[in-house]
């Protein structure tokens, strides 16, 4: 069983809910910004609907569909997302809607989760409207996106869209404190330069990137007074430009 990230358990909880009162939408769309882990939250949906026996709203982890699940080997559960870096073609999605329209090798629910839907191409979209909208029995669509992107209307227009965002800073403070060993203020600068986001504030914890941003800022500051570019391309990292511009736009703002 899925051990979630605490931002995560009330969207969980809600919806595996509306399963349990018979409320529950065949079709899920999560969207959610880098950084909260959503594809947690997803992998443990799919668990919960393909599991035959659950312990309230949660997969039992002993029944046969959960060992399936937990060897990567159900034969009605599809994971659909980009291979190499490449957008979702409309191959992947055809292969889906075949297997998608045959029953239940396992007589239970048939669940299909799109991780990184905006990465669908405009032909894959198309290919799996009429799936959305006409599923066969017991078959269920979880589709994650990043929230900056968007879909074809007609995809939302078949979902259930859930909006997550990132948590309180005290969750997300609590959180980080037992992930690692750093003063409050450190950690609450981490969440602050990377918008409230656990995990990215995590990962600069763990990867010493204040001290980094701290050294950037103060040649910035140097550069900034004298106008001098050319102090400042030493203190930038390589492959980082990205992290420096929100380092100061965190700083300015």
Known sequence: ?????PWLAPTYHKITGAFDEALGHHALLLRADVGLGVAQLCEALAQRLMCLTPNGDEACGQCHSCHLMQANSHPDFQHIAPIENKDIGVDQIRAMNEQATQHAQQNGNKVIYIEQAHRLTEAAA???LKTLEEP???TYFILHCDIQTTLLPTIYSRCQVWNLLPPETEVAL????SQV???????LTAL????????LALAMLQQNQLEQRREFLRQFWVFYRRRSPLELLPFLPKKKTRHCSNWI???LF
């Open 1 to 5: 069983m899925i051990s979630l990230y």
């Open 136 to 138: 066969r029995p017991n």
């Open 192 to 199: 602050r330069v990377n918008y409230g986001r656990p995990l």
């Open 126 to 128: 198309n290919a799996i």
């Open 174 to 177: 609590q959180w980080l404190q």
């Open 181 to 187: 060993s750093a003063e409050t203020l450190e950690m």
């Open 249 to 251: 736009g965190c700083w």
